[in-house]
């Protein structure tokens, strides 16, 4: 980004006409007889003059033959103008831009370093469109506008729309910079068996681990804490057919919340399409598709015959019997709880000791 940002862009440029008029009075060649050695029509040479014409290939040989000036140099000079007029043209568009820009976080998205610091307002705006990797705000509503149609099997979610699509775009960002092997939904599926044995271990242990068995599989897992105005807690997405994306926002801080994300978004990956995006919200309603994940993040960590034969024998939930079931089927005790809690057999406010908080570094 940085070449970029120090290329030197001129704020003007010349026709190659200026050059080719000042070239023929220089060398007392009339504009008739120039179109008779180059074979073009008197009317083409005195357009390219004018900056109406430009000048091909073609046209920049027959000039190199006849004024003996090399056609490197006019195809240039066509193309630095033809830039220079774009680059006009675009920067007269992020006038436009720039009120849509202001819809997003841009002070989050700046302090994150995912676009520069900068304070003139088109300057943000363009930065916003790299960032999307999109020409224009029409071309950003193509791509990301409709994203509630890939959203469509996730809850009608309350976060802010354009939120939302920079935090997924973020969390995209990330997994681009990981390069996973071809996905493989076997080796996915025996990776979660791997992950669900180090659900005790603590995040420096766990987080390298879980993100490298997941690589192995096909999946990048990111962490990226969520923008304001959204309620995000993960993500599923597709980044192409060969390799998905699971994104957490580390929202929740304790080890039950945390995985019970995991296994529900590796529930996406594994029951459902590639096509659609899932966004996963704090207390939203349940759809089809978020109920199959739930119910995979349920079964995977806590399996249902063990969890039931566990609360029917059992009048009284101490410390010690959680620990001791949570010992005997492989997961953290928090995430016991975290069940015991869910389903109403316990208090909200009993065992929390068990759960672990913990704070995870970002990508």
């Known amino acids: 980004m940085g070449a970029i940002a120090n290329k030197f862009i001129p704020d003007y440029a010349i026709h190659p006409g200026e050059i080719l008029e000042e070239t023929l009075e220089a060398q007392h060649i009339s504009k008739t007889e120039f179109a008779e050695r180059t074979g073009l029509t008197q009317k083409t040479v005195s357009l390219i003059i004018a900056g109406k014409n430009p000048v091909t290939a ?12 090399s056609a490197d ?3 240039n000079l066509d193309s630095d103008y033809r830039l220079f007029k774009a680059r006009q043209r675009a920067q007269e568009s992020l006038k436009e831009a720039v009120e849509w820009s202001k ?8 302090k994150r370093g995912y676009i520069p610091k900068v304070k003139d307002a088109e300057e943000k705006a363009a930065a916003l469109l790299k960032f999307f990797r999109v020409k224009s705000p029409d071309a950003w509503m193509r791509r990301y506008g409709n994203m509630t ?26 997994a ?17 068996s791997e992950i669900r044995k180090i659900t005790n271990q603590k995040p420096r242990y766990f987080e390298p ?38 994104a957490l926002s580390l929202r929740h801080k304790t080890n039950d919340h945390f995985w019970f994300t995991f296994f529900h978004e590796a529930g996406h990956i594994i029951k459902h399409g590639k096509k659609d995006v899932y966004i996963d919200e704090t207390d939203q ?14 079964g995977y960590l806590i399996p249902e015959s063990e969890y039931r034969k566990f609360i029917t024998t059992n009048q009284r939930f101490s410390r010690k019997k959680v620990e001791e079931f949570a010992r005997r089927i492989g997961v953290a005790p928090g995430i016991v709880v975290g069940r015991l809690q869910h389903d109403g ?15 995870l570094i970002e990508n």
């Open 285 to 298: 309603r349940p759809t089809t598709e978020e109920n199959d994940a739930n119910m995979f993040a349920t």
């Open 149 to 174: 149609v890939a959203f469509r099997k996730s809850a009608a979610f309350s976060s802010d729309y354009n939120s939302v699509v920079a935090w997924l775009r973020m969390a995209e960002v990330e």
């Open 345 to 359: 057999i316990i208090k909200f406010s009993w065992l929390n000791d068990l759960k672990v908080k913990f704070e």
């Open 58 to 69: 073609e046209s920049a040989l027959s000039f190199e033959n006849v004024l003996g000036i």
């Open 73 to 75: 140099i006019w195809t």
């Open 103 to 110: 819809e997003f976080p841009l002070g989050e998205l700046a």
């Open 176 to 192: 681009e910079k990981i390069q996973t092997y071809p996905y493989n939904r076997s080796e996915f599926e025996a990776v979660l």
């Open 209 to 246: 681990k879980m993100k490298d068995y997941c690589r192995k599989a096909g999946l990048a897992v990111v962490f990226v804490s969520e923008l304001p105005k959204t309620r995000l807690s993960g993500a599923t997405q597709w980044l192409n057919p060969h390799k998905a994306m699971i």
